[in-house]
């Protein structure tokens, strides 16, 4: 495996991963957390801009996508019925999806962050189920509720290597 920044020849690939993913939440119960057109191409282009749009390689081919970067999100700054599990710097996942060609790519992703910062923060919507299961399976406490920039809640999530939880 091998994850590395996205680029401007990916969108083709990155747009249809979440097309995809959009069809498999609306499939498993959950049509609201990506209404379609989300994430558009602009919203792609940003992260990218950014450097914190990454890919997720399996032999030279596209498996995921997800947004890594380690600082704050002014949506995190508030958490609501909860509390983060420590104030330390952390890392910050968004746009998880992919392609559906092969396995695991979501504990890849996962791994990757691990790898990376000892605090990672997710969110996710309260309907998307596999999602909610991946993080739990994988050492994610849900600690609140988040509201983000349209004013939607998510379910806050966040990983921590040092924590215990009894």
Known sequence: MKVRLATIEDMPVLLEIYQRARAFMMQAGNPNQWPEGHPSKDELLEEMQQDRFYVLESE???????????????CYKIIYDGEW?????????HKVATRGLKRHMGEEILNYAFKHNKNVRIDTHEDNIPMQNLLTRHGFKHVGTIILKNGEPRWAYHWCKDCNFS
């Open 60 to 74: 030279g081919i596209i498996q995921a996508s997800f947004v890594y970067y380690q600082g704050i999100d002014p």
């Open 85 to 93: 599990l420590n104030d330390e710097p952390y890392a910050v996942l």
